[in-house]
């Protein structure tokens, strides 16, 4: 018997770390990632590395707090200020539809470059297979299959076009810790934060773990493995796509404006580099669509019981809204930088409430939380608040 709980204990710990991992590597990074590349080449390696570094950080901070509390994002904030949790839950919702719209899309275009399907029903179909996800009674186990399939195949299949357009490492290594401009990247920065940590991405894996019953101080273990293991698997997706394209656009090549991955992929491996684009594109969004939707209607679920008892249907019925405004609109490339550059203005209001949350007994009892990571975390804060600010003439010419 304690066997068995341990092994549901470990698939749902490696679970929540897929989900969170397929999550922050959606169509709207793979996008991010290639307009960047292009825009910096070498020196968006510094943006790439310190993204990781602040993507740990902040999970270390949110998970550890939502495991040891045993309370969600938005129920962390209204024990912060009354009343605070239903504008970030609102604020989250809003930023993951926005992602999904995208999601679907990206999905749509893996489907229309793999089998030549229309990108209209191609979006329609991708939005009926994540909504049948959850139409299962055992919705929970197959989230964690299906996002530990798909994240292993993006890392095989972008590695290999990776290795085909042969990216100058050297340079790439010497650049992400000494760039030519550091000011000149702070945008791109705060864009690829909101749409690998922003909004809800950040509480997919710590609202998992909630979900499978894994929290308080005596699971901290399986909480840092958990998201230890999340934040590697999409670090090396991240740093895998950035060399894939860094080597084609270091040749000259120019990527094409209405869809730059699929751009990079096709000149960096040819035919087979444009089929296997739409491998990744399909896995990344499909993941990201079950992601978002699942973490998004997790902010609703404990401030109004009618979504709590209906959950699925939620679900549901947010990636068949998501799929419907995608058939409508067309392509989202737009509208997936604007969605990350808006995430980049939550992520600082969401880990100060977290930060906040960690000083309080009543909140996570004799748990002490680290002041490094406190420190760190604080730091991080002002400065992607000030980015923020900064930024915001970029997000209205975005918009």
């Known amino acids: 018997m304690k066997n068995n709980m341990s092994s549901k204990s470990g698939g749902a710990v490696l679970g929540a770390a897929f ?47 939502i495991g040891v509390s045993g309370l969600r994002g938005q129920d962390l904030a209204n024990k912060i200020v009354p009343g605070l949790g239903y504008l970030i839950a609102t604020l989250i919702v809003l930023g993951g539809f926005a992602f999904n719209i995208g999601n679907v899309g990206g999905a749509a275009l893996g489907l229309n470059v793999l089998f030549g399907i229309d990108l209209t ?24 299959k299906f996002t530990k399939i798909l994240g292993v195949l993006m890392i095989l299949v972008i590695s290999y076009v990776a290795l085909e357009s042969k990216p ?60 230890l293991i999340g934040v590697s698997i999409a670090s090396i997706i991240r740093i895998v796509l950035f060399l894939a394209v860094l080597g084609v656009v270091s040749t000259g090549a120019t990527l094409n404006p209405e869809n730059p991955p699929a751009s990079a992929f096709m000149q960096g491996a040819g035919v087979v580099g444009y089929k296997i684009f739409g491998v990744v594109i399909l896995a990344s969004s499909l993941g990201t669509i079950v992601g978002a939707a699942y973490t998004s209607i997790s902010f609703l679920k404990t401030l109004f019981p009618i979504v709590f008892q209906h959950e699925k249907g939620f679900i549901i019925g947010f ?58 975390g604080i730091a991080i804060v002002v400065i992607m608040g000030y980015e923020g600010i900064i930024s915001l003439g970029s997000i209205a010419a975005i918009l």
Do not use: C, W
């Open 319 to 376: 990636i068949l809204l998501s799929t419907f405004v995608m058939a409508s609109i067309g392509k989202p490339v737009s509208l997936l930088l604007l969605a990350g550059a808006l995430n980049g203005l939550i992520l600082p209001i969401t880990l100060g409430i977290t930060l906040l949350a960690s000083r309080k007994k009543e909140i996570v009892g004799d748990y002490r939380h680290s002041v490094i990571l406190t420190i760190f």
């Open 121 to 144: 029903y191609s979006a329609l179909l991708a939005g009926g297979v994540g909504a049948l996800i959850f139409i299962s009674k055992d919705a929970g186990r197959i989230i964690d």
């Open 168 to 227: 100058p490492i050297s340079q790439a290594a010497y650049s992400a810790v000494f760039p030519e401009s550091y000011g000149d990247l702070s945008f791109s920065l705060l864009t690829l934060l909101g749409g690998t940590i922003g909004g809800y991405i950040i509480f997919a894996g710590g609202h998992k773990l909630l979900d499978a019953n894994i929290k308080g101080k005596e699971n901290l273990n399986n909480i840092n493995k958990s998201l």
């Open 19 to 65: 989900l969170m991992a397929m999550s922050a590597v959606g169509p709207g990074f793979l996008t991010q990632a290639s307009i960047f590349t292009e825009q910096f080449k070498a020196n968006f390696a510094f943006s790439i590395l310190v993204s990781i570094v602040i993507t740990l950080i902040v999970q270390l901070n949110i998970s550890r707090i």
